[in-house]
């Protein structure tokens, strides 16, 4: 596909005897969202700890654009245009918001000897910070600190800081976790406009949203895909109903999933 941007190829990783992820691959393709679900236990964190540079894979091959980055670390990711947010909150809860982003902006742009420069003095850094709050729709909460944020303000926080980064692949793992349905919404709206210039990969538990936002689901169980297609192939897929949904397709097999 020629608007890949992020490709896993046969991805694996061992701990010890436990085989957590297990021949994975997949591709993320500019203006879509792929969405990978899957009980807990079914290698999704591995797997994007693997695409983010946090873990190297045992075997198999990570591909951005036409580069092979499979050895390279996270902050070589980072400055390639690898974004990532994460299950658990990663603000500066006492500083504010727009900080908070060029802070990250700051990080994803410099080396490590550039750490002894302050941050306002970083012109670039100040001006991605105010694209990506107004991208995200935060301009207004600037100068708040981002502790007092409410939960789905703090998520949206976290998105405009992996915007601040520039990047092309947005890896987001369960940005929708805890958020009532004006929040969810909020956030899909969001990714929706973002998708056209990235590539997303979205890991989430919420099926509701993933079946409204993306063009792609892969579901894994005990780290290997056992389905990868449109939502539509998903629903109607006989394993997913019965290994990840719980359904028995010897009694409910003219059902489809209502997810």
Not at 197 to 204: K, R
Request: glycine letters at 10%; one cysteine or more; a neutral charge.
């Amino acid at each position: 596909m020629s608007d890949t941007l992020l490709a896993a190829i046969g991805l694996t990783r061992r701990f010890g005897g436990l085989t957590a992820v297990n021949g994975v691959s997949l591709a993320l393709a500019r203006g879509q969202v792929h969405a990978v679900i899957g009980t807990n236990g079914a290698g999704k964190s591995t797997l994007i700890n693997i695409l983010s540079g946090e873990l190297a894979p045992s075997s198999g091959q990570v591909v951005l654009g036409e580069r092979d980055i499979t050895a390279w670390r996270q902050p070589e990711r980072a400055r390639a245009g690898l974004g990532r947010s994460y299950q658990r909150s990663t603000l500066f809860p006492e500083l504010s918001v727009f900080e908070n982003c060029r802070l990250t902006a700051q990080a994803a742009r410099q080396r490590f000897w550039h750490w002894w420069r302050p941050a306002a003095a970083c012109r670039r850094s100040t001006e991605l910070a105010h694209e990506a709050l107004a991208r995200t729709g935060l301009t207004g909460d600037a100068a708040r600190p981002a502790g007092l944020l409410p939960h789905g303000r703090k998520r949206q926080l976290e998105i405009a800081m992996c915007l601040a980064g520039e990047p092309r692949v947005l890896l987001l793992d369960e940005p929708l976790a805890g958020m009532g349905p004006e929040e969810t919404d909020r956030i899909l709206d969001l990714l929706q406009s973002l998708k056209a210039n990235h590539a997303i990969l979205l890991v989430e538990h919420d099926m509701d949203a993933v079946f409204r936002i993306a063009e792609t689901i892969t579901v894994m169980v005990n780290g290997t895909t056992i389905a990868s297609g449109a939502p539509a192939e998903i629903r109607a897929n006989a394993e997913v109903r019965t290994a990840y949904l719980g359904e028995d397709t010897t009694t409910q097999g003219e059902h489809a999933c209502t997810h």
